[in-house]
Each structure stands twice: as structure tokens, then as C-alpha cells.
């Protein structure tokens, strides 16, 4: 990466799906509650005329100088319609300000020769060619994501380590692989009408990883809905449905044991969990160390893993989504 954008305090990522939220997970997870961070991450993934004013006066009263921004745009296609007008929008604020020269704090990620990537090479904007057919839901740890992670200062080979960790553990053939035990644990009750997986995450700053979850889960198989629940809030407006409501939920419990010892939130997880297990209803937990970034690679790993498996399983194609294509087309023409 070009040291230039290391500078950036204020950073502007237009991007939608699977072209922020791995980012955006990863970097609420490590930022959240956390006092005295040093940058700001804008993920504009479609922003309304109220966020576009919220741009324009921190532009405007709070970025002292053209170095401390970096403005980067993500997009497979590079014609995602959303993804076009943030960019543009926010691209004219910030030149309102600074004039011709944002081109030079400004980054596409994109496929080569696609709309985006020319208008880059026209405008002589830096360019990062997105990693091969790679699709965005599986691209957390392409340079779609580890870019944006290393211009906001975090570590990103702890965060690779983290993968590589968790594939070797998912290499084996049998059920000591934890992937496919897992997804063959869900594959089982799915054929029971378990069609409902729900991440519920004991970390308010883990949400935004569940809801990078949910559309490993949605685009990948098509089948079984995901959905996200945040402990302990969510016990006191979900929890009558999720335990005397229907049979039909497989829950992945995820904590960090540091974060949450020895307080209320722990003992709400010790007694949900509990309350599943009594219940007869299925569940996980996933047990994160801290939350850092090996251990969020390592978790991210595992479910692009386990959903693989499940797919198989399934016998869906885990890499399609014509659904999501056909809108794209529709979105685009209109």
C-alpha cells in the first residue's frame, strides 16, 4: 500500500454489500467503545441527503488539510448504481474544499476495464484491481477489505494470521474439521424445518459481523434465513419468540470471554444458553479469546467455511445469485 493514504484521518469507503460490510465489521469490532481513536471510517453504502450534509460539514469545520482524508471506492463491477452516485456526491463535497486535487487522495478497488476503473484511469485516480472472480460476500480478506483495513491502522497480517489459523483447522476430511461439523450439524436440522439461523452476538461491537454473516448466509444458499440478535437487549424483546415460539431456529451463540467476564452481560449469556439447552434447541457457542484481529479472521474463516460445507450439502451453488444479478440489471437500466 502507497504510505500516502496512512495519513488519512478521515476516511470516506463507497461501497454496498459485499464490498464494505467485511471491512465495516472488522472495523467496528476493534473501534467500538473504544476512546481516542485516532481515524474515522464513513461507510457510505447509500447515503441519504442528510448524510451527504453530515460530510459536507466535517469537511467543511474538521479536516484541516487535503492529507487527512482518503476517499475509496469498492466495487466488483464497478457499475453498481449506489455505489457510483456515493462516490460521485462525495467526491464533489470533498473537491467544494480541496478542487482537483482529491484525485490524489482517492482510490478505486474495482475489476479491471469496468465502469469505475476508467472513469479512475481517466480522472489518473490510484487503482487496485479487485483479486479474480472472487465474489464480494467471499472477499473479506482480499484487497477489497485489507486495504481499507490498513489505511485505518489496523493490523492486517494478525488479521490474515487469523485465516490461516482456522484453515488449517478446516482442512481435514471428517467431522474434526469444526466447518463441517458445524454445517453438518445445520444441515440436520434444517431437515427438521430448522430453516432459521440465527448469530447472536454478545458483543454490542460484534453486530456488525453478524450482519456480514447474514449475507454469507442470504446470497449463498438462498434457503436457510439469517438473522442477527444482539445480547442481552434482544433477550428483552425476542426471547418469549425464540423459546416458546416455533421450533424452527438453530442459534451460533458468539462472545468474547474477555470482554464480557464477570458482569451482567455474562450471566445472561450463561442463562440463555442454559435456557436453550433445557428447551431442547439447537445452538452453538463461539467463544472468542478477546476481540482482536487474528480472532475475527479466524471467525470470519470459519463461517465462509462452514457455509461452503453447507452448500454442498444443500447441493446449491454457494458462489451464485442471480436474484441479486437481476436486480443489479434492473437498478442499473432504470
Known sequence: MDNKFQSARFIFVTGIGGADLASKAVWNAMTMHKPNVAKRIFFLESPDNREYEEIREITNNKINGLEEIALIAVSKSGKTRETLESFRKTFNILSEKFGELVTKRTLVISTEDSPLWDLAEEKNIDRRAWEGMIGGRFSAFTVAHTTVLEIAGLDVEAFKKGQKIMDEKCSFEDLDNPAKHLAQNIFEYYKKDFDILNFFTFNTELEDLGKWCRQLVA?????????????????????????????????????????????????????????????????????????????????????????????NLLEVDPYDQPAVDNYKKSLHNS
Open 219 to 311: 446470497e449463498s444458499l438462498a434457503s436457510i434465513t439469517p438473522t442477527v440478535s444482539v445480547g442481552p437487549a434482544d433477550l428483552h424483546s425476542m426471547l418469549e419468540l425464540y423459546l416458546g415460539g416455533p421450533k424452527n431456529r438453530f442459534t451460533i451463540f458468539i462472545k468474547s470471554a474477555r470482554e464480557i467476564q464477570n458482569n451482567i452481560n455474562n450471566t445472561a449469556y450463561d442463562e440463555v444458553t442454559r435456557s436453550y439447552r433445557e428447551e431442547g434447541l439447537p445452538f452453538i457457542k463461539y467463544e472468542m479469546e478477546e476481540i482482536n484481529e487474528q480472532e475475527i479472521g479466524s471467525f470470519m474463516e470459519f463461517m465462509i467455511k462452514t457455509i461452503i460445507e453447507l452448500a
